[in-house]
């Protein structure tokens, strides 16, 4: 596997990574991760290889090393990760070389953002992604729309697999009071609640903005933040700025206590500017809770009728939807087949299982050992 993160860095594509990773291992495939030093010394153990990572740009990694790695490995393939990640790049254009089959595992489009960073994100897939996506054998897409969007920078031979989540992490029946007692939100309020890393990307800069907006509902709406990362101390003083006084900050909390606070939501907001499917949507469902989302097509896909979708970045069109779901939620008929679906089809047995028989389809072979 060739991953541009891994653990201990904190991300979507870091946990994805890391536990198919792990699944794979079990079925008895031989499996070495790739990836660079700029997170810090991964703690997974053995089969991790990190090369010096010479230059960080915008948060994404130059590792010159990592041809070298794969030429010498033994391997029957490549799974990249990261269609956008110089990692990619590097593994597309070193692929005559390394003479071995290559997965591209493509997690998500960015659709937010200013029109010039929307700019910069076309040239490159028209550019170094297109190189990317057409030099695979094969490219792994979330969603069927997602697909469509990636033949467009010339992907082929697409395979449809969304994320998984771990039912088994999460106890759906954990009592609500837990969360609501300890943060000293009472019985009578209804709760919104963010999860997840407190960066840009997953919009936390609009939520005092959101929370602002949805003051003119009364006093009986509050707010909860729950995840860590370096927008915290921002997000407290911007929720003060606006004179938001309805939000709680919870930072990183056990799982335990995440159950305890999904339980306890009214509605999951998720106002990212771009991302895959998100793990806290896919979590949310398991718990029948309503969801407020981003448009992105990875999600429009599987769940418009218990999720209500938002433009990146539209503020009012959040607070509206936030407003809309507190007082007409999704029928529970609804709820409890998001619910079904989540755990039939986004289950990692499912998800193994199909990527494993993409292994087989690329390389013809009943036993494998990749580079991932």
Request: charged share 20%; net charge neutral; aromatic share 8%.
């Given at each position: 596997?060739?991953?541009?993160?891994?653990?201990?860095?904190?991300?979507?594509?870091?946990?994805?990574?890391?536990?198919?990773?792990?699944?794979?291992?079990?079925?008895?495939?031989?499996?070495?991760?790739?990836?660079?030093?700029?997170?810090?010394?991964?703690?997974?153990?053995?089969?991790?290889?990190?090369?010096?990572?010479?230059?960080?740009?915008?948060?994404?990694?130059?590792?010159?090393?990592?041809?070298?790695?794969?030429?010498?490995?033994?391997?029957?393939?490549?799974?990249?990760?990261?269609?956008?990640?110089?990692?990619?790049?590097t593994v597309a254009y070193a692929k005559p070389k390394i003479n071995k089959p290559l997965v591209?595992?493509?997690?998500?489009?960015?659709?937010?953002?200013?029109?010039?960073?929307?700019?910069?994100?076309?040239?490159?897939?028209?550019?170094?992604?297109?190189?990317?996506?057409s030099n695979s054998d094969v490219n792994i897409a979330l969603s069927p729309s997602e697909a469509?969007?990636?033949?467009?920078?010339?992907?082929?031979?697409?395979?449809?697999?969304?994320?998984?989540?771990?039912?088994?992490?999460?106890?759906?029946?954990?009592?609500?009071?837990?969360?609501?007692?300890?943060?000293?939100?009472?019985?009578?309020?209804?709760?919104?609640?963010?999860?997840?890393?407190?960066?840009?990307?997953?919009?936390?800069?609009?939520?005092?903005?959101?929370?602002?907006?949805?003051?003119?509902?009364?006093?009986?709406?509050?707010?909860?933040?729950?995840?860590?990362?370096?927008?915290?101390?921002?997000?407290?003083?911007?929720?003060?700025?606006?004179?938001?006084?309805?939000?709680?900050?919870?930072?990183?909390?056990?799982?335990?206590?995440?159950?305890?606070?999904?339980?306890?939501?009214?509605?999951?907001?998720?106002?990212?500017?771009?991302?895959?499917?998100?793990?806290?949507?896919?979590?949310?469902?398991?718990?029948?809770?309503?969801?407020?989302?981003?448009?992105?097509?990875?999600?429009?896909?599987?769940?418009?009728?218990?999720?209500?979708?938002?433009?990146?970045?539209?503020?009012?069109?959040?607070?509206?939807?936030?407003?809309?779901?507190?007082?007409?939620?999704?029928?529970?008929?609804?709820?409890?087949?998001?619910?079904?679906?989540?755990?039939?089809?986004?289950?990692?047995?499912?998800?193994?299982?199909?990527?494993?028989?993409?292994?087989?389809?690329?390389?013809?072979?009943?036993?494998?050992?990749?580079?991932?």
């Amino acid at each position: 596997m060739v991953t541009p993160y891994y653990p201990p860095s904190v991300g979507g594509i870091e946990r994805f990574v890391s536990r198919l990773t792990d699944n794979l291992r079990r079925r008895g495939i031989s499996v070495s991760v790739i990836t660079g030093t700029h997170f810090g010394a991964t703690v997974q153990g053995d089969g991790v290889i990190q090369i010096p990572t010479r230059l960080t740009i915008m948060g994404n990694p130059l590792i010159p090393g990592l041809t070298r790695a794969l030429r010498e490995g033994d391997y029957d393939l490549v799974h990249a990760h990261d269609e956008h990640a110089f990692t990619s790049n590097t593994v597309a254009y070193a692929k005559p070389k390394i003479n071995k089959p290559l997965v591209m595992h493509c997690h998500g489009s960015y659709t937010g953002g200013s029109p010039l960073w929307k700019l910069f994100v076309y040239v490159y897939m028209k550019t170094l992604g297109s190189y990317t996506l057409s030099n695979s054998d094969v490219n792994i897409a979330l969603s069927p729309s997602e697909a469509e969007i990636l033949a467009r920078f010339g992907a082929k031979n697409i395979r449809v697999i969304p994320n998984a989540v771990d039912p088994s992490e999460l106890d759906t029946r954990a009592d609500p009071s837990l969360f609501r007692s300890r943060y000293g939100i009472g019985e009578n309020k209804r709760l919104v609640l963010f999860v997840g890393r407190l960066i840009k990307v997953k919009g936390v800069h609009l939520l005092p903005r959101i929370a602002r907006l949805l003051g003119s509902m009364g006093d009986d709406v509050c707010f909860a933040v729950v995840g860590d990362g370096p927008m915290g101390e921002k997000l407290k003083h911007s929720a003060k700025g606006f004179g938001v006084g309805n939000m709680v900050v919870t930072g990183r909390v056990p799982r335990e206590e995440l159950s305890s606070a999904y339980a306890a939501a009214d509605v999951v907001l998720t106002p990212s500017l771009s991302e895959g499917i998100p793990a806290v949507v896919l979590e949310a469902l398991m718990f029948r809770k309503p969801v407020v989302a981003t448009r992105l097509p990875t999600l429009t896909d599987y769940f418009e009728r218990v999720c209500k979708f938002v433009d990146p970045g539209d503020i009012h069109g959040y607070a509206e939807a936030v407003r809309e779901t507190l007082n007409n939620p999704p029928q529970d008929a609804w709820l409890t087949e998001a619910e079904r679906l989540v755990l039939e089809q986004f289950n990692w047995g499912r998800i193994t299982d199909q990527i494993v028989n993409v292994y087989r389809q690329v390389t013809e072979q009943p036993s494998i050992s990749v580079s991932a």
